[in-house]
């Protein structure tokens, strides 16, 4: 028999604090047991567990567990669309929670025009080349922003990029480094 004992305890008791399913696999024992309510994800909780043999010997064991979100399905992705109006459409997605995440977009210089919502904090830096925020990221929300951008055509050159990189900290979210928005500058 195992019993999960009281989760408070600092030594083994002998009240069962929850029930339980035993299982054999093998030579393993599968016990499922009932989290308890109110448990906050990251929450160590130590659990005293009792096992009885059919003979009559007992022993006990001490096990410190943490329980962890698991964000079944949900893989981390960037994706960007070009809506054919000036405007993109950029989604971000985190696959873990991010405290204080350093969010980084890279325009052309003086492409950006408006759409990154300065109540998240959002700001322009340089010569216009990049917008910056410090936000809390949630594990599988999914952060979407649409941004206008117009290309500061001022050279000789027929098109111009005007977007070329989203970072979560140091890191690169591009699904393909050469991977860009381009527009086409009006010919004089």
């Known amino acids: 028999m195992v019993k999960f004992l009281e989760t408070s305890a600092t030594q083994p008791a002998n009240s069962v604090f929850n029930s339980n399913i035993i299982s054999s696999l093998t030579n393993h024992i599968l016990v499922e047991y009932a989290i308890p309510s109110g448990w906050e994800f990251w929450t160590a909780k130590r659990f005293f567990i009792k096992i009885e043999g059919k003979a009559g010997g007992t022993e006990t064991y001490m096990l410190d567990y943490t329980l962890q979100k698991i964000c079944e399905g949900c893989e981390e992705s960037f994706t960007y669309v070009d809506n054919n109006d000036g405007s993109y459409t950029f ?4 696959e873990e929670d991010v405290e204080d995440a350093a969010l980084v977009f890279t325009f052309a210089q003086s492409a950006y025009q408006s759409g990154l919502p300065s109540s998240e904090g959002w700001a322009q830096t340089g010569a216009g080349q990049t917008m ?6 949630k594990a599988c929300d999914k952060y979407t922003w649409t941004v206008t951008l117009k290309a500061n055509c001022s050279g000789h050159s027929p098109t111009s990029n005007v977007w070329t990189d989203f970072k979560v900290g140091e890191v690169s979210k591009k699904n393909n480094p050469e991977d860009k928005f381009i527009q086409v500058c009006p010919q004089e």
Do not use: H, S
């Not at 989604?91 to 985190?94: D, E, F, H, L, V």
């Not at 910056?132 to 990221?137: C, G, K, N, P, R």
């Open 132 to 137: 910056q925020t410090v936000m809390d990221l």
């Open 91 to 94: 989604t971000y997605i985190p």
